[in-house]
């Protein structure tokens, strides 16, 4: 079983290359991404696929209940974002209100994060992460729900690429145990790598 | 006839812009794993392979960004930018 630190380092990479395809469809306009068949499908089956690899995590690592239904939950409404964008770039589905499933499945994995994390902000890095993370997905969902009022505008388009790369750069800086502005809760234990700056 | 000539340069200044934008992605995102690991040299844990496990190993940071830049690169940069320049 992989350290908690890895699978969060994993989930960002789905997020990074999930982050960069949306600004480089926002840079180059959706009519030119759309044109070839498989760019179509990219960026739903990710999403699809970040829904479906939450999968693992709800059963391998079951922590406590409210660990185990926030990823249930959550692995549910992304692949149901993910299945929605399939079906509007395939054509089956036609009704541009499928696209709210994104700004819910944002505002839900926010909620998520935070939710699940039963330490005050400053308890460990990883708390403080996954607070920070919550909240600026919540907040950040706003950016999704604007676009589906709003489609064509890039810099919306930009907005939400930039969401999920700095969602992204947060994951990366998660570490199991580490210290967060230089506190360590001495209830979390030692660090695991260890920094000059702990001040328990 | 001058209008059209200006729409056609403008329109190929900002494809011109647009391709330059989105080949700089891969490089900077590599550069920026790069960085990383230049800074933290200690999460490259291929260089002290004994004293960690696969994981350490193969799921760290600055490798997975460089990958994932180089990855953005080849399999979606490349043919964007060909369409781009094709439509253009």
């Known amino acids: 079983m992989p350290p908690a630190e890895n699978v969060h380092w994993l989930f960002a990479t789905g997020l990074l290359g999930f982050g960069l395809c949306l600004l480089a469809r926002a840079l180059v306009g959706e009519e030119l991404w759309n044109r070839s068949t498989w760019r179509r499908y990219l960026l739903p089956a990710v999403l699809f696929c ?46 541009r209100w499928w696209n709210l499933l994104v700004p819910v499945a944002v505002a839900a994995s926010g909620a998520m994060f935070v939710v699940h994390e039963s330490n005050p902000w400053f308890f460990m890095r990883s708390s403080f992460l996954h607070h920070l993370i919550g909240w600026t997905l919540v907040v950040g969902s706003l950016i999704p729900l604007v676009l589906v009022f709003r489609p064509r505008s890039t810099a919306l388009s930009a907005g939400l690429a930039a969401l999920a790369i700095a969602v992204a750069v947060m994951l990366y800086a998660d570490r199991d145990r580490a210290p967060i502005f230089g506190r360590l809760s001495p209830l979390a234990g030692t660090a695991r790598e260890p920094a000059p700056e702990v001040r328990p | 006839m001058e209008s059209e000539l200006t729409a056609t340069l403008e329109r190929a200044a900002h494809s011109t812009w647009r391709a330059l934008a989105l080949t700089a992605i891969g490089p900077l995102t590599v550069l920026a794993g790069v960085a990383w690991a230049l800074v933290q040299p200690y999460r490259v844990t291929l260089l002290d392979p004994r004293a960690h496990g696969v994981w350490d190993h193969v ?30």
């Open chain 1, 50 to 95: 970040i829904g479906a690899a939450m999968w693992p995590v709800t059963v391998f690592f079951v922590v406590s209940p409210i660990h185990t239904l926030a990823h249930t939950t959550w692995a549910q409404l992304t692949m149901l974002a993910g299945i929605a964008q399939l079906g509007l770039s395939a054509g089956r589905l036609t009704s």
């Open chain 2, 59 to 88: 799921v760290q940071p600055p490798l997975l960004v460089v990958t994932v830049g180089v990855l953005f690169h080849v399999v979606v940069v490349r043919p964007l930018v060909r369409a781009l320049e094709g439509g253009s």
